[in-house]
């Protein structure tokens, strides 16, 4: 029985382990880099991490599970433009966050923008796959709708 137990606890750890291994990039030109080199679109957080009560259970609820960790790892680079009321940024990623948001035209938090990006005489060009927030449901709900984008 011992044995069972610390086999299931050993699993369980596993994935709490894959979901902390998950890499979200702040800079955007690194993870349009290795977006180019994966082969995957960018999935764009925008979102306000320490106000945002939206954002806050959308990370609870799904972005820290192991379910979006393995679909993650297979299927996006992970980016995360934040919008801290009280945690320091520099002034290159504040810059580049608000460029970013004025370019997708947000306007409320969470957002996340999947998207392809590809650079052309110097100019980087997104191209839009899809857009979605907050999914009551869990990890399988908002993952049915990022899926639904990722396979039009």
Known sequence: MKKIIVALLLFAGSFAAEAQELVWETNVTKAMAISTETKKPLLLFFTGSDWCGWCIRLQKEVLKTPEFAAWAKENVVLVELDYPRKAPQTEEIKKQNNELQMAFGIQGFPTII????????????FEGIGSTGYVAGGPSAWLAVANGFLKK
Do not use: I
């Not at 999947?114 to 060009?125: D, F, P, R, W």
């Open 114 to 125: 999947l998207a392809n990006a590809s650079t052309k005489e110097g100019k980087v060009n």
